[in-house]
């Protein structure tokens, strides 16, 4: 029993963990906050870090900065370089173009396998919001653990709380699943996309489905066979990458890089994949979706009002503002957004906020000075 002990622990010691933190994107649901030159991911809207500031901050005694690289275009870089200014030059990745998820992470792995083809490569998104902190660390080093030692893809899946139809669904089996240290990771046996009321009611009486937090883990020489064996299309770019990256051929690697299809890595490749691994993420995650997913993160008063910024209500109930460094008063309104970002103003009913989107696409046409 000693002598297993020690080979866990041995085996831990060999983890050579490497997180990319996906940090494109445009964030449109958290206009007017959000805009194309300052995202989402870059903005404080929790605490008074960014987002992405969070994101590393709870990577901190976990994973060293030298072992932590970000991926986004060069205008995007330029704002991470000055949040993030612990991280070493080198590990501010450029894509050559904003192309989804899996051209970034193909990118990104490939790099990493020719420093470590066993390296344990950890990607995470750069908006995402995680209450426990102290579980998300335990279970992220389990899962480190079970994409090395299974070498399979192993991702978080969160226990629903209510039939959203808003998220994709993971399908596990619960009779099939490998442990480690107690900790169980489920075989993967599907994916379903966004359901209706109904089948959302179905996946959360089944206890068989979880949402899918955006959250992967994978050693890469493990990735590059997943690539070969259900990507074949991605897998001949991977092919090509290796040599342009050893030689740092920038024409030749965003040539390549354009070749690989602009989806995200969960068309591309990870819903193809069959024997991968799922851990339940129960440590408080959110994605932050959108402006009224802050109801659960931002203090509430005796109305049910949430704000960042000073607030004076007067039978107001149910509303949120985010208004930092002003006073807003509100008289006899319910169900309310209300963001100010200086030279915007959103007013929206709270069950309305997803149609954000649809106005950011108006704004193209109308106003794309505000985006």
């Known amino acids: 029993m000693a002598g297993k002990k020690s080979n866990r622990k041995s085996n831990r010691k060999k983890l050579d963990l490497r997180v990319v933190i996906l940090a494109g994107g445009s ?13 989402k991911q870059y903005l404080k809207i929790i605490s008074e870090k960014s987002l992405i500031e969070e994101t590393v901050s709870r990577l901190k005694g976990l994973v060293p900065p030298s072992r932590i690289y970000t991926i986004a ?9 000055r949040l993030l200014p612990r991280l070493p030059d080198n590990n501010f990745l450029l894509e050559p173009e904003a192309r989804n998820t899996a051209p970034s992470l193909v990118l990104t792995t490939a790099s990493l396998y020719l420093k ?74 599907g994916f379903r996309e966004k359901p ?15 949402w899918n937090s955006g959250i992967f883990l994978w050693r890469a ?32 690697i965003r040539r390549v890089f354009m070749e690989i299809p602009a989806l995200s890595i969960d068309y591309a490749l ?27 993160y931002l203090p509430e008063d005796e109305d049910c009002n949430v704000s960042r910024g000073r607030l004076l209500p007067l039978e107001a109930r149910n509303c949120l503002v985010f208004n930092p460094g002003r006073l807003t008063a509100l008289i006899g309104v319910e169900n309310l957004i209300v963001v100010n970002a200086g030279d915007a103003l959103l007013i929206c009913r709270k069950d309305q906020d ?3 989107r649809e106005l950011v696409e108006k704004l193209k046409k109308d106003g794309p000075e505000y985006l």
């Not at 990735?223 to 342009?244: Q, T, V």
């Open 27 to 39: 964030g449109t649901r958290f206009w007017p906050l959000s805009r194309q030159q300052n995202p």
């Open 73 to 81: 275009v060069a205008e995007q870089t330029r704002i991470l370089k």
């Open 116 to 189: 470590n083809p066993e390296a344990v490569v950890i990607a995470l998104p750069a908006d995402h919001f995680i209450k426990d902190v102290d579980e998300f660390r335990r279970k992220l080093i389990l899962a480190a653990e079970a994409a090395y030692r299974f070498k399979k893809i192993v991702m978080f899946g969160i226990p629903p709380v209510s039939p959203a139809t808003g998220y994709g669904y993971i399908h596990v089996s619960r009779n099939q699943r490998q442990e480690i240290n107690g900790e169980k990771f489920y075989q993967v046996r």
């Open 196 to 210: 209706d009321l109904p089948t959302a009611l179905e996946f959360m009486q089944s206890g068989e489905y979880y």
């Open 221 to 252: 020489d493990t990735f590059a066979e997943n690539l070969r064996d259900y990507a074949p299309e991605m897998f001949s770019a991977w092919i090509k990458l290796l040599p342009a990256l050893r030689r740092n051929d920038r024409q030749e």
């Open 270 to 296: 990870i819903e193809k994949i069959y024997g991968s691994l799922m851990s339940p993420g129960d440590f408080g995650w959110s994605d932050l979706g959108s402006w009224s997913a802050l109801y659960d």
């Open 354 to 356: 997803q149609k954000v």
